[in-house]
């Protein structure tokens, strides 16, 4: 299965992620994750892009869509995997729809997150990372309704939506209750 996760900051994409990538057998590729990973090790792309995360801007998209590509390359990743963080705006959909193309696949579904913004504010206050100050969480949050939230158009004929509040184990039930009944 290919899929992507699309759902405001804080809506529990990233947990949901993780449950839903072993119960469906494809890896769980998070771009939040994979930046953080080289901003930990400090290596160049760690180095250029923090500044970026500390303010809740988007990376440049070269540089995101690059490093999505070389992901998507290795091989857990030719059968399927769960997107998370990526797309967040049209023109990377534009070059995710390009390499699935290329390799004659196409997206499955794309799950919707559906969460109330002043919902998603109060957890992301309570989790605390370094870019989880109020200021920039209420950045990133409308970097979400501008540049993320047109995806639902974009893929209007392959979204799922569930409803993200209530305990984790049941959205996870839901969301794989609701890819079921769409296909
Ligand atoms: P959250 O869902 O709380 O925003 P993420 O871990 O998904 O957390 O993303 C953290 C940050 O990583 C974003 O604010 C942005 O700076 C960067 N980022 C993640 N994915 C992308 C992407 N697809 N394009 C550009 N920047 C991204």
């Given at each position: 299965m290919r899929l992507v996760l699309v759902g405001p900051p804080g809506a529990g994409k990233g947990t949901q992620a993780q449950i839903l990538s072993s119960k469906l057998g494809v890896p769980h590729i998070s771009t939040g994750d994979l930046f953080r990973a080289h901003i930990s090790q400090q290596t160049d792309l760690g180095k250029e892009v923090q500044e970026y995360l500390d303010a809740g801007e988007l990376v440049p998209d070269e540089v995101t869509n690059e490093m999505v590509r070389e992901r998507l390359a290795q091989a857990d990743a030719t059968g399927g995997f769960l997107l998370d963080?990526?797309?967040?705006?049209v023109s990377q959909a534009d070059v995710l729809g390009g390499l699935l193309a290329a390799s004659g696949h196409r997206l499955d579904a794309v799950l919707e997150f559906r969460i109330d913004e002043d919902v998603v504010v109060e957890r992301l206050l309570a989790r605390g990372r370094t870019d989880d100050k109020e200021d920039v969480i209420r950045h990133r949050q409308q970097v979400y309704r501008t540049e993320t939230a047109p995806l639902l158009d974009y893929y209007a004929d392959i979204v799922v939506s569930i409803?993200?509040?209530?305990?984790v184990e049941e959205i996870s039930e839901r969301a794989l209750r609701a890819l079921r009944d769409a296909k």
């Open positions: 963080g990526f797309p967040r705006n409803d993200a509040v209530g305990d």
